[in-house]
């Protein structure tokens, strides 16, 4: 592509050079043979024309005769010069070409005139008898005043054409010459240029493909090698930069992609010019549908386009906080964006931070909701603690009967205390653990019955009938023995608790598959379904007066529901009212 261009211009410009030359050339040569030629003629008219004048002087003619005649044709033959002989009247006495008694007066010729005040008239003029260009050159012999004669002499440029063409021809065919070693040059010189620049060229268009390896290769050491050195050393400049950006790139995006927040850049046009998956999840988009798309049509949210607007506007950080809906629970999150400022201060766009704070806000709810009901529990009993003694210090004379029974139920209360107190410490214990227990593989018959056992004296109290039925064969259960005994001791309570007198309560345990299902009934007052997903919740209760007369803390489901869990296991109410309830546990066996 480039050889045809590079040639073309190498060789017209040679050409047009050469043309000039030439025809300056071929002008100055015409100039001066044309020059030299007349000189060199007027010369020897001059001084023959001289000659003849001394010899005629001695005796001037006055008039024709035929011996004057003869004489000056045979002078004119020898000398190669036409003479003509005229009075000083103008009459032409004798010529050597012609014959004088046909040519006219010659007195107002130009040479003639022009002789008359300098030593020689001359004039050149095109002959109408010859054909030709003749140079004439007269001299007069006598006074201005009273001339005796005229002699003339005159010759033809002769061959001066012929020489000219020979000499046009000679220039012309050294300018083809000239032009043939033009073609040549301009074809070596461009194969010499355009190669490597056509190597450079196709090194170019390789890099421009993402080739960011491809080198130039330099074969000459003038300036076109600098060239390819130069490109070369840019080529390779570029590979390091893009190497450089495509990594940064990568860790940016590997980081990007690692980040729990959600981050999303536009660019000064408002378009999304970066979105990481965090971000796609919490706004519940995909990623391509965003991509390069004005962020008012990629985005739905109203309160991500505020801020970040916001932040283009005043240039200055803006956070807020939004609740997206998100199936059953909303997502709250809080949004930080900045402005982008690119290096030199102008403004690049702006990026949003997408920080999910759904489960800090609901854990910092549970804490406020948990300081709130855990010193509401707390307060009851320390109030009642603090009424009753402050009732027998105030009354001395108080029955000893009375005072022991004011001060059996500060006991009961100090004991609800100490429960309230260790169950929250349970809990927070499992909370904040938030590990497995150490398990380990045990009959868990063994466990259920003694559990069974510890709570026949509360059955007898409470007058509920409890049984058990257990399978024959060992049930090998992988758990924490002391784990699986408050998990089971705790909704054996609640259910004698809970159930009027004469009630029946039944724990059954059978291998299911690879799993162990235990089972504690009750035929109490039930539990109506749309409470079956706050019972485990903690201080929740669903007969608060019921809870607090059998001593309940309102912790102990959420204590089951937390050890479980933390076994690997999972527990599930089957409830209604006036239709007894089934708490079932099912665990991992070993
Ligand atoms: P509490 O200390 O009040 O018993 P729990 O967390 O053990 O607290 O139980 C939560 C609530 O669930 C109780 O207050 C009670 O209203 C209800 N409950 C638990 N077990 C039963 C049951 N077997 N029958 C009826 N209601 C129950």
């Given at each position: ?150 002699v003339r002499g005159s010759q033809p440029l002769l061959n001066l054409d012929t020489r000219l063409a020979d000499l046009r021809v000679t220039v012309l065919g050294a300018v083809g ?58 080529a390779a400049r570029l590979e390091e930069e893009v190497t450089t950006i495509r990594r940064d790139q990568r860790e940016l995006r590997s980081i990007l992609r690692g980040m729990v ?330």
């Amino acid at each position: 592509m480039i050889r045809p261009r590079i040639f073309l211009k190498i060789f017209l410009s040679t050409v047009v050079l050469i043309a000039v030359t030439g025809l300056a050339a071929t002008w100055l040569a015409t100039r001066t043979v044309r020059d030299s030629v007349e000189t060199e003629t007027r010369e020897r008219l001059r001084a023959q024309v001289d000659i003849l004048c001394t010899l005629l002087a001695t005796s001037p003619p006055t008039e024709r005769n035929d011996v004057l005649q003869a004489r000056i044709h045979a002078l004119g033959a020898r000398t190669s010069m036409r003479i003509t002989l005229i009075r000083g009247d103008g009459r032409v006495l004798a010529d050597s070409h012609r014959d004088p008694a046909t040519m006219d007066d010659h007195a107002e010729r130009a040479e003639i005139r022009a002789s008359r005040d300098s030593p020689f008239g001359e004039s050149s003029r095109q002959s109408q008898t010859l054909g030709q260009r003749m140079i004439y050159v007269a001299r007069m012999v006598g006074s201005e005043t009273a001339p005796k004669f005229f002699v003339r002499g005159s010759q033809p440029l002769l061959n001066l054409d012929t020489r000219l063409a020979d000499l046009r021809v000679t220039v012309l065919g050294a300018v083809g010459f000239a032009m043939l070693l033009g073609l040549l040059g301009a074809l070596f010189v461009a194969r010499r240029v355009s190669a490597p620049l056509r190597a450079v060229s196709e090194a170019a268009a390789a890099i421009a493909e993402g080739d960011f390896a491809r080198r130039a290769p330099v074969t000459t050491n003038d300036e076109i090698g600098d060239v390819g050195h130069s490109f070369n050393a840019m080529a390779a400049r570029l590979e390091e930069e893009v190497t450089t950006i495509r990594r940064d790139q990568r860790e940016l995006r590997s980081i990007l992609r690692g980040m729990v927040e959600g981050v999303l850049a536009i660019d000064t046009e408002e378009r999304v010019v970066l979105m990481n998956e965090a971000a796609c999840e919490i706004l519940d988009i995909a990623e391509e549908d965003a991509a390069k798309r004005p962020i008012g049509e990629a985005i739905r949210v109203p309160a991500v386009l505020a801020t970040l607007a916001a932040a283009v506007k005043k240039q200055k950080e803006q956070t807020s906080k939004v609740r997206l809906p998100r199936g059953a629970i909303d997502r709250i999150v809080k949004l930080h964006a900045s402005p982008l400022l690119g290096d030199d201060g102008a403004a690049r766009g702006a990026v949003i931070v997408l920080e999910d704070v759904t489960e800090r806000e609901r854990v910092e709810s549970m804490r406020r909701d948990f300081i709130a009901n855990a010193s509401h529990e707390l307060k009851t009993p320390i109030a009642s603690v603090r009424g009753m003694v402050e009732t027998i210090l105030d009354d001395e004379a108080m029955d000893l009967e009375v005072r022991e029974r004011f001060l059996g139920r500060v006991l009961k209360q100090t004991h609800r205390l100490g429960d309230i107190v260790q169950e929250m410490l349970a809990l927070s214990r499992l909370e904040t653990q938030g590990a497995r227990l150490a398990t380990e593989a045990f009959d868990a018959r063994v466990a259920l019955r003694e559990v069974v056992e510890d709570a026949a004296p509360l059955a007898g109290e409470h007058a509920v009938k409890l049984s058990s039925s257990l399978p024959d064969e060992a049930c090998p259960v992988l758990a924490e023995p002391e784990a699986l005994r408050r998990i089971v001791g705790n909704l054996i309570d609640n259910a004698i608790n809970y159930s009027s007198q004469g009630s029946q309560v039944e724990v059954h345990a059978r291998a299911q598959g690879e799993e162990l299902v235990i089972e504690v009934s009750d035929d109490g007052p039930g539990i109506p379904t749309e409470k079956h997903d706050r019972i485990f919740e903690r201080f929740y209760r669903v007969d608060e007066g019921r809870s607090r007369e059998v001593g309940g803390t309102g912790l102990g489901l959420a204590i089951v529901k937390h050890l479980v869990q933390a076994l690997d296991g999972r527990i599930e109410l089957e409830s209604a009212p006036g239709q007894g309830s089934t708490f079932r546990v099912t665990l991992p066996m070993a």
